[in-house]
């Protein structure tokens, strides 16, 4: 357990998003066992980075497929585990939260 974050570390995670590294593992299992370690592990960057691999890797599927059960689990664990902390930060609604959290996933993209 760890405590909650800051509304400045909130804000600097935010700010941080668009140009973390997050690589998405190709092999199921050991993709599935990073992710666990990630999960137990209670680093928000870890989280986040977790969350935008699998976001990222969703995004290029052009062909409709959706994630694997196992990235969407892991997906909604992490989200779980963050969204709702930075909804609790900045006063606002988890679904505010989580738009937050998606469109800094995603920043990199809208500027290119």
């Known amino acids: 357990m760890r405590p909650v974050m800051s509304r400045k570390e909130a804000k600097e995670y935010l700010e941080q998003l668009p140009e973390m590294t ?3 593992e190709a092999n199921n299992k050991e993709r ?43 997906l909604q664990r992490a989200e779980k585990m963050l969204i709702s902390e930075f909804a609790i930060v900045f006063n606002i609604t988890v679904e505010k939260a989580r738009d937050s959290v998606f469109d800094a996933v995603f920043e990199k993209e809208k500027d290119a």
């Open 22 to 24: 997050a690589e998405y």
């Open 32 to 74: 599935e066992r990073l992710s666990r370690q990630i999960l137990k592990s209670c680093e928000v960057s870890q989280y986040l980075k977790l969350m935008k691999a699998i976001l990222e890797q969703d995004r290029k599927k052009k062909n409709g497929k959706k994630l694997n059960c196992s990235d969407e689990k892991n």
